[in-house]
């Protein structure tokens, strides 16, 4: 199974500042030269998933542009340009390149 | 709009069967991948495996071969995934979610149901 490794697990933010996310994968999620099949979503308190961005890089139907995803192969980046307070949460990476799709452990994002 | 409504919270004893419900609606049920996801109490997501809802063909994640199963009724935009022999490691709230049109269009999952709670408890 590809194994998928966040960090930080937990990370304080401030409104108005920038923060970012890493995610590594165990092996590479780029197929044909072309596509990352890497996906984030954010899970806020009491709320199911919700899909920021896909394919690594295209931000997911009505998401703010706030939101970016970055990377190719092994390492990637979630960045938000300006945290806002509806951005607390967990926010998880999952690569959908082959079955177990799996998810990295979450990173817990709460205003310090 | 799209949305995924689940069934509601279940308790079984171990050894018991659950069957949790996804009615899909604001979209062609047919066209779409439908996923389960778990989640554990305080714990992460666990893919579980996914629905070809036209043909009914479906993709478990090994974990839970033999022990899964996932249907649907076109007839009324449906879908089921049955898990047997439960024990307390299966407590949690089990989610659909609508994949792509294809298993590999790496679009990801989205929209999600609410959720089901699954408590397994003698």
């Known amino acids: 199974d590809i194994v998928m490794t966040q960090s930080p697990l937990s990370l304080p933010v401030t409104p108005g500042e920038p923060a970012s996310i890493s995610c590594r994968s165990s092996?590479?999620?780029?197929?044909?030269?072309?596509?990352?099949?890497l996906d984030w979503y954010l899970q806020r308190p009491g709320q199911p998933p919700q899909l920021l961005i896909y394919?690594?890089?295209y931000r997911a139907s009505g998401v703010p542009d706030r939101f970016s995803g970055s990377g190719s192969g092994t390492d990637f980046t979630l960045k938000i340009s300006r945290v806002e307070a509806e951005d607390v949460g967990f926010f998880y990476c999952?690569?959908?390149?082959?079955?177990?799709?799996?998810f990295g452990q979450g990173t817990k994002v709460e205003i310090q | 709009q799209v949305q995924l409504v689940q069934s509601g919270a279940e308790v079984k004893k171990p050894g018991a069967s659950v069957k949790v419900s996804c009615k899909a609606s604001?979209?062609?049920?047919?066209?779409?991948?439908i996923h389960w996801v778990r989640q554990a109490p305080g714990q992460g997501l666990e893919w579980m495996g996914w629905?070809?809802?036209?043909?009914?063909?479906?993709k478990y994640a090994q974990k839970f071969q033999g022990r899964v199963t996932m249907t649907r009724d076109t007839s009324i935009n449906t879908a089921f995934m049955e898990v047997s022999s439960l024990t307390s490691d299966d407590t949690a709230v089990y989610y659909c979610?609508?994949?792509?049109?294809?298993?590999?269009?790496?679009?990801?999952?989205?929209?999600w149901g609410q959720g089901s709670l699954v408590t397994v408890s003698s």
């Open positions: 394919l690594g890089s």
């Open positions: 604001g979209y062609t049920f047919t066209v779409y991948y």
């Open positions: 629905m070809n809802s036209k043909s009914g063909g479906t």
């Open positions: 999952m690569q959908d390149l082959e079955t177990p799709w799996t």
């Open positions: 979610a609508r994949g792509g049109p294809d298993f590999w269009s790496g679009l990801g999952i989205d929209p």
């Open positions: 092996q590479s999620l780029l197929f044909n030269n072309r596509s990352n099949y």
